[in-house]
């Protein structure tokens, strides 16, 4: 028997307040991690640049499928966090141009021009990357208005 709760009685889970705390904590330091990861994939990019690592296959290609799943997380997290709708919107619009930046070098062959916004759409993602990791912490922290702007 468990102190103060009667026998059978399910023990009590978070309160939506306290889920809803942990996944704007998740939410941060996601957004953190990704704006990292996006720091070492300019790293990366150089040393495929310059055939640093002698390889044909991308360094850099093979490390953004190793942080990908970060994007879709921060949707999640975002959801969860009942974060303010410009947040969700430049989230989603993160995990959109992440995808489309895994697509544009397949377009190489057939829409060389195209493909070549694969550099251009990569300033959009550290943008927003950058954006959501240090607008977010101040918006959701203390004395920060909550609301859907």
Do not use: K
Not at 97 to 106: C, E, G, K, N, R
């Amino acid at each position: 028997m468990t102190a103060g709760r009667p026998p059978g009685e399910p023990s009590p889970s978070m309160s939506s307040d306290q889920t809803a705390g942990l996944a704007r904590l998740g939410y941060v330091v996601v957004a953190w991690a990704f704006l990292a990861c996006l720091g070492v994939q300019l790293f990366l990019v150089g040393l495929d640049i310059f055939e640093v690592t002698g390889e044909d296959v991308g360094i850099h290609r093979d490390f953004a499928y190793v942080y990908g799943w970060l994007a879709p997380a921060l949707v999640l997290l975002g959801v969860a966090a009942r974060l303010p709708r410009r947040t969700l919107l430049l989230t989603t619009a993160l995990l959109v141009l992440f995808a489309v930046q895994t697509y544009l070098p397949s377009l190489a062959d057939e829409l060389p021009n195209v493909a070549a916004l694969h550099a251009v759409n990569a300033i959009a993602v550290v943008w927003i990357s950058a954006t959501l990791a240090v607008t977010v912490p101040r918006r959701i922290g203390p004395g920060a208005e909550g609301g859907g702007s």
